[in-house]
């Protein structure tokens, strides 16, 4: 199975940004598949990476001001896009019935969607990280057949500095792997410091990382 390293951005970035990483991971020998999320405006600044939107529209296309489609994404090289972010969930109130139908509008597209599940500290604490996975899954892939990438990313380890530990994460994407056979990444606080213990559990398929990936040295040492 490929080993995915996802950046997102997230609000970041700058054309300046975007020339920096196209040039400096044009001819990077690795074996893993490199995915760059920027901001969706950028997404034309990339010829030579793969990249992905960090969220689409339910909708096709019509009077959704602000919005952007899953139509637009591919038009503009995207390849995969991330749904269902914790942000998202958090901020723009995404529940998993939406998050469902993003994935179709993306899957129509020819998009690969790449869902984030993932539990909070009080979940986490009392032992429900498995049901709030489950109950989420089941939800956001209703109805879904095709090859997707799942992302787990504890909602308390996003931007914090903590991780579960390797044992935690190594159980969880067991458990997540014998409900789905899709490529499971983990996100949350990836940095250079623990990339490579994290990535070499049976079961982690790659990382999505947000702060780290904005630096190109520092992205650079996670794979
Ligand atoms: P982080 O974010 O690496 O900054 O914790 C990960 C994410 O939100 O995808």
Redesign the pocket.
């Known amino acids: 199975m490929d080993f995915y390293v996802v950046a ?1 951005w ?1 609000m970041n970035g700058s054309k300046a940004l975007c020339a920096e990483f196209e040039a400096g991971l044009a001819n990077i020998k690795t074996d893993k598949k490199i995915i760059i999320a920027p901001p969706f405006g950028y997404l034309s600044q990339f010829s030579n990476l793969t990249t992905a939107g960090q969220n689409c529209s339910q909708h096709d296309s019509g009077a959704y001001t602000g919005e952007v489609s899953a139509t637009m994404l591919a038009e503009l090289g995207a390849k995969y896009v ?1 749904l269902g ?3 998202r969930r958090q901020y723009f109130n995404e529940d998993n019935q939406l998050i469902n139908a993003k994935i179709k509008q993306a899957l129509a597209n020819g998009l690969t969607p790449i869902i ?1 599940v993932g539990e909070s500290l009080e979940e986490y604490e009392s032992g429900k990280t498995k049901t709030r996975l489950k109950n989420d899954l089941s939800e956001c892939l209703d109805g879904i057949e095709a090859d997707i990438i799942i ?1 787990y ?1 504890p909602l308390w ?4 500095g903590k991780t579960p530990t390797l044992d935690e994460i190594s159980t969880t994407h067991d458990y997540i792997k014998s409900l789905y056979n899709y490529a499971v990444l983990y ?5 250079p410091s623990n990339a490579s213990e994290i990535s070499a559990i049976t079961n982690v398929n790659g990382l ?6 904005l630096e190109l040295e520092s992205f650079k040492s996670l794979f």
């Open positions: 997102n997230k991330i972010h914790s942000e984030c992302a990313e380890a996003i931007g914090t996100g949350g606080s990836v940095k999505l990382v947000g702060g780290a990936s």
